[in-house]
């Protein structure tokens, strides 16, 4: 193996051992909060709004909330290591060795995209205490899963990259984070919508990550999934490139 | 082949500051080089570049013949560092820290955690190998940078102020394993504010002041270059004043203190001598600070640069 490879391996082992190491951060608040949305949107109200797209409403937002904690997980994780790294100056030891840029994101990808599906589970598992959960094409969605996942994954690196305080790792997944994956049709179908905002939310990316996964687990989508698998596969080669560009770059890290 | 080669290296900051003003020095295969130098005179600039944690403005930049703009994985294969400041990952164990460095050096897990084992024993560590870097006391987390640079065995090693805040004992210990390191062949570039440190180890120097380098020789023509050196003599009376020893600057100290300024060109003997003559017995003597220190602060122009603790 060349010492690149090494050098990847050393620091995708370190980023997915600490998922797991500290697990109680990691995959237990996703699953009580999952929990919390399936009782409370899905059971006390999702028994008055019936069904949706022809599906029982807790079957219908099971998919966009699985997507939805994939999302926020795989961000918060990246984001919160890579910044802690450059925050107590750890980043130093990938930085002065030659392992090269591209190594530095694949490595921290591996750590956000192990974090997704552990949590991908996790959801699943608790979405079964609720619903039934047929998974139509589950290759599929493992797909849809991991390149959301990694999609998240290198957002938050580069939001990690750019950040010089804490304050600035809250900011996106508060105010662009929260909002789109909210809008993003974890909760209801864009049909329902006037036609004004529904060509509004067809800019919204997260649409396509939601309704891929839909589709992978009902087969049925407002988007058409090859339309979705295209938007997640640009959107992951443009911020892989980005995220390897301002590290070769060394903006944010060097000084 | 040179272990390290500097051409015009200049940097400026985004803030307008010239931390380095088109310095060049080499650094042979097998020194103990000391770069001194007063607060913000730029020695952690010139090993930040070196390390590539700071990107130079111009100049060049060799590490055993591999240039840092063409060939910087070459160049860093052969660097470790010890920074000024604590970067370790206070939430990791020690162990996990050496493995993880190595890792990033491209070796192989098997022997990463074999040389991890070893640099920990080295440094008086292996007990604590499964501590988080944060429960190690100041001195420890030290000691932890200091194996964690050896892991990958770089032929270059850089110490930037590596016994800052360490107790007696670890300083001593750490001078012991840095002279068998040296002269076991790796080049060691050192910089610190304990010139005693420099002086005692260092075999070259050289001091670099508002970013410009303005000495660089042996140690031992730095040193004779000191025009003067300051002793304080302990003498069994009480004296209300100091004795006007002639040809010679002499203040009271103490009571019991004098302090003595001797120029190069002049000898101790006539002090005690004229000592004698006045009937004032010396108990013992030494240095007011080391002869580094004094020539450093001589070069620098400025006493309030004085380095020592």
């Known amino acids: 193996m060349s010492p690149q490879m090494i050098s990847m391996f050393a620091l995708m082992r370190k980023e997915t051992s600490r998922v797991l190491r500290i697990w109680v951060q990691t995959l237990i608040p996703p699953g009580i909060t999952m929990s919390l949305y399936f009782i409370i949107f899905g059971t006390l109200i999702g028994k008055r709004i019936g069904e949706m797209d022809g599906y029982p409403y807790m079957e219908y937002i099971a998919p966009g909330l699985i997507m939805m904690s994939v999302i926020t997980n795989s961000y918060g994780n990246v984001v919160g290591s890579f910044f802690n790294a450059k925050i107590q100056r750890h980043i130093e030891e990938m930085l002065v060795s030659p392992m090269d840029e591209t190594s530095i994101v694949i490595g921290y990808l591996a750590g956000g995209i192990i974090r997704g599906l552990f949590v991908a589970t996790v959801v699943s598992f608790i979405a079964l205490f609720f619903t039934e959960l047929n998974i139509k094409y589950p290759l599929l969605a493992l797909l849809v899963i991991i390149m959301t996942a990694s999609v998240f994954s290198l957002a938050g690196l580069i939001n990690a990259i750019f950040a010089k305080k804490f304050d600035d790792i809250a900011v996106i997944p508060s105010f662009v984070l929260a909002p789109l994956t909210y809008l993003g049709g974890v909760f209801y179908t864009v049909s329902l919508l006037p036609e004004f905002w529904q060509t509004v939310s067809r800019l919204n990316p997260i649409l396509y990550m939601v309704n891929s996964m839909r589709y992978s687990v009902l087969g049925t989508s407002d988007i058409e999934i090859v339309d979705g698998l295209l938007m997640i596969g640009g959107f992951f080669i443009l911020l892989l490139s980005v995220a390897v560009y301002l590290l070769k770059k060394g903006i944010g890290i060097r000084d | ?309």
């Open chain 2, 1 to 309: 082949m040179k272990a390290l080669s500097i051409q015009d290296l200049s940097k400026q900051y985004k803030s307008g500051v010239q931390a380095l003003n088109s310095i060049n020095f080499e650094v042979n295969q097998g020194d103990f080089f000391a770069l001194l130098g007063p607060n913000g005179a730029g020695k952690t600039t010139a090993i930040g570049i070196l390390t590539s944690l700071v990107n130079k403005t111009s100049g060049s930049v060799k590490v055993f013949g591999h240039d840092i703009d063409t060939a910087l994985s070459l160049a860093k294969a052969c660097l470790g560092v010890v920074p000024q400041e604590v970067n370790l990952n206070l939430f990791d164990k020690c162990i996990n820290t050496l493995v993880n460095q190595a890792g990033f050096y491209g070796i192989p897990r098997d022997e990463a955690k074999k040389r991890a084992k070893y640099y920990l024993e080295q440094m008086g560590l292996w007990e604590k190998r499964n501590s988080n870097a944060r429960d190690l006391s100041g001195g420890m987390k030290r000691r932890l940078m200091v194996a964690r640079s050896l892991v990958n065995q770089p032929k270059l090693l850089l110490l930037d102020e590596p016994t800052a805040g360490v107790d007696i004992e670890t300083r001593r210990m750490m001078w012991r394993f840095l002279r068998e390191l040296n002269q076991q062949g790796t080049t060691i570039i050192l910089t610190t504010h304990y010139l005693e440190e420099a002086e005692q180890l260092c075999d070259r120097v050289a001091i670099i002041d508002e970013g410009e380098i303005i000495e660089n020789d042996s140690m031992l023509n730095v040193l004779k270059k000191l025009k003067k050196e300051v002793f304080i003599l302990n003498v069994s009376q009480s004296l209300t004043e100091a004795p006007i020893i002639e040809g010679y600057e002499t203040s009271l100290k103490s009571p019991q203190e004098i302090e003595v300024s001797i120029l190069q060109s002049q000898g101790i003997n006539e002090v005690f001598a004229q000592l004698d003559t006045l009937a004032i017995s010396v108990i013992s003597m030494r240095n007011k600070t080391g002869r580094l220190e004094e020539l450093f602060i001589d070069l620098t122009n400025n006493p309030s640069k004085e380095t020592t603790e």
